[in-house]
């Protein structure tokens, strides 16, 4: 039996793919459905009373470049790392991590204002930070962790000259369910939690 030419092609598709389904006559190619999420904290309890209040301009944070992209990232053994193309953050990290500083401090009453963006009027403090890690701890895939770490650098500039005034580094992880990026992200915005109470924590003690 001869079989029309394009019958040919529609089989040849069929044989080709493998995952090619016929729904009301159109052929559909099913892919993974990609979801995508935020980074968040959000400050508890009232604001710190702050015996100095200076402005502050937070810049743009860095992230570390073996994390950088809106992927999330697993760590699978000491030194073998995978990204995830279809559980995604919604944007860069970096810049969710820098909002979230800010509006955390302008809930702190540490700083007053404090803004994201450059002013004529300058500002008696600047913020910049580095997401040095941020990653999906796998290399126990029963008991995942999430693991994040942020380095911020607190810095002035008066007549011009830039002086460090305070730099550290926080670190935190945390046990989440496995296969569950819903808990990863959970675990994220926890560590995230941690890191802004520590680092409010040690300003307050600062002479500013």
Same mark, same amino acid.
């Given at each position: 039996?001869?079989?029309? $030419? ?6 040849? %598709?069929?044989? #080709? ?9 159109? %052929? *559909? ?16 309890? &009232? @604001? ?7 402005? %502050? ?31 995604? $953050? ?25 803004? #994201? ?10 913020? *910049?930070?580095?997401?040095? #890690? ?6 126990? &895939? ?14 002035? /500039? ?7 005034? $305070? ?9 989440? /369910? @496995?296969?569950?990026? *819903? ?26």
């Amino acid at each position: 039996m001869k079989i029309p $030419f394009p019958l040919i092609g529609i089989l040849l %598709l069929l044989a #080709t793919t493998g995952c090619v389904k016929v729904d009301r006559g159109i %052929l *559909e190619k099913s892919y993974p459905e990609k979801h995508l999420y935020a980074l968040e904290a959000l400050r508890a309890g &009232p @604001p710190v009373p702050s015996r100095s209040l200076k402005s %502050l301009r937070v810049r743009s944070f860095q992230i570390s470049p073996m994390f950088k992209g809106r992927s999330f990232i697993y760590r699978l053994d000491e030194n073998r790392y995978q990204g995830d193309f279809y559980n995604r $953050f919604f944007a860069d990290p970096s810049d969710m991590v820098a909002s979230t500083v800010a509006s955390w401090l302008g809930d702190s009453a540490l700083f007053r204002p404090v803004s #994201t963006t450059a002013t004529q009027l300058g500002a008696d403090y600047f913020l *910049e930070g580095t997401v040095e #890690t941020l990653y999906g701890d796998y290399r126990s &895939p029963e008991a995942p962790r999430s693991v994040l770490e942020i380095q911020f650098l607190l810095i002035t /500039a008066p007549q011009g000259q830039v002086k460090l005034v $305070f730099e550290r580094s926080y670190q935190a992880s945390l046990p989440v /369910a @496995p296969d569950s990026p *819903e808990a990863l992200v959970t675990g994220w915005d926890q560590a995230l939690t941690q890191i802004l109470s520590r680092f409010e924590q040690d300003l307050s003690g600062l002479s500013l």
